[in-house]
């Protein structure tokens, strides 16, 4: 899906990590493993690299559609 006030990329996934949450652990627990993916793979956000974000629970938006298919044939 495209966001049609940006022009980006969207993907919504369910959580790849199911267990409990201890009070140690941050809101996005569930979807570490694919913000941790997506720094490995697309880079860190910064000023300069800013190919991709985690907008909430769930829910990515990527500036490049081969970003997104990328994303989507590992997590989806």
Not at 24 to 51: A, K, L, V
Request: net charge negative; charged share 20%.
């Amino acid at each position: 899906m495209k966001n049609e006030l940006n022009n980006w990329y969207v993907a919504s996934v369910m959580p790849p990590a199911i267990g409990q949450v201890s009070k140690q652990s941050h809101m996005y627990y569930g979807w570490t493993p694919c913000i941790e993916w997506c720094e490995q793979t697309f880079g860190e956000i910064t000023m300069d690299n800013f190919r991709w974000r985690f907008i909430s629970e769930g829910v990515f938006e990527f500036r490049y559609e081969a970003d997104l298919t990328a994303f989507l044939l590992k997590w989806a």
